[in-house]
């Protein structure tokens, strides 16, 4: 009798960790293409994990594109990418209704946002009206044209990118979608001996355009991650860790140097980030830590600093450093 009761627990146990190992085994294979970039590949892996999506920040020329291919290529998984302009309009996003000479009727052409990965290139460059399209697919993981919703494949995670540092032209996002955001990873410059990692393998040949030939191989698919979003579920969140992140989350609105703060939203958010790190780690369990590791990418976007702050050159950042540092931490 315990046998048999034991039995399919064990099973599970091993399905979780090997699913653990395909995702641990999906950094390795992404750094085959992109250097020095591994809290981001992380930080995709998470955002997959907890079933959100990921604003990528960066200059040009760091990767970002690259790296979000060579992810999709290590997870086999289908992935398109959209350059946001300012003449996109949003069925060139979501898809649109065609009209078929052939049979007069009219059907649907699907948007590239039909994939599992979408890479939207530049989103902060085309007009608020197509930024929204976007809205209803990151939050119900579907597509409403003409009054018939159309599901979206599984798993579907949108890689938005911006640059930090060029603004003419652009449309910075509203509130109401950065919060859609489960995460904001910035990727900076290479360090020195990384840079000359990049320009040692463009010298021997490296085309970024051929991943197949760099070595990226397909170890993980929707399959184990399935199997490594219902452990992810199962790891345990003590109250204390739960009073803690509530305790982040009301601080970051009553600091003098934020307009506004963190939404409940985004308390959820932290919880299920740092579910998905503990798991990641080999923990069935949350501590203070994880909070702690996912509390910026997790919260740097869902916050505004007063104008006096930003004129003083307050850093975003720093202001939620300093909350760390300030709010009690659970034993």
Not at 207 to 219: C, T
Request: include cysteine.
């Amino acid at each position: 009798m315990s046998e048999q009761g034991s039995g399919p627990r064990v099973l599970d146990q091993m399905d979780h960790d090997a699913a653990r190992q395909a995702l641990l085994d999906v950094r390795h294979e992404v750094a085959k293409a992109v250097v020095g970039q591994d809290a981001t590949v992380t930080g995709l892996l998470i955002a997959l994990l907890s079933q959100g999506h990921v604003l990528l920040e960066g200059v040009p020329g760091v990767a970002k594109t690259l790296l979000v291919r060579a992810m999709s290529a290590a997870l086999s998984l289908d992935t398109k990418r959209v350059q946001f302009t300012p003449d996109l309009m949003p069925g060139d996003v979501t898809g649109s209704l065609v009209y078929d000479s052939h049979t007069s009727e009219f059907t649907f052409r699907e948007g590239p946002v039909f994939t599992n990965i979408l890479l939207a290139d530049e989103i902060n460059r085309t007009p608020p009206k197509t930024q929204a399209s976007l809205l209803e697919a990151m939050e119900e993981r579907q597509v409403s044209v003409d009054g018939e919703p159309r599901p979206l494949p599984a798993p579907f995670l949108v890689a938005a990118t911006q640059n930090p540092v060029e603004y003419e032209g652009t449309y910075p996002l509203p509130e109401a979608q950065l919060d859609r955001f489960l995460l904001k990873l910035t990727m900076p410059l290479p360090g020195r001996q990384d840079e000359m990692e990049v320009i040692r393998r463009h010298a021997a040949g490296f085309d970024p355009r051929d991943l197949e030939a760099a070595g990226v191989q397909a170890v993980a698919g929707a399959a184990e991650l399935a199997r490594a979003r219902q452990a992810v579920a199962s790891v345990a969140v003590e109250p204390e860790i739960i009073a803690y992140i509530v305790d982040l989350v009301r601080a970051t609105r009553s600091a003098p140097s934020f307009l506004l703060g963190v939404s409940p939203r985004g308390a959820t958010a932290l919880l299920n980030t740092s579910r998905s790190w503990a798991w990641l780690s080999g923990r069935g369990f949350v501590t203070p830590d994880d909070v702690k590791a996912l509390a910026l990418p997790c919260l740097r976007h869902r916050v505004a600093l007063q104008p006096e702050a930003q004129m003083d050159g307050v850093r975003v950042d720093d202001v939620l450093r300093s909350i760390l540092a300030s709010v009690p931490v659970p034993r």
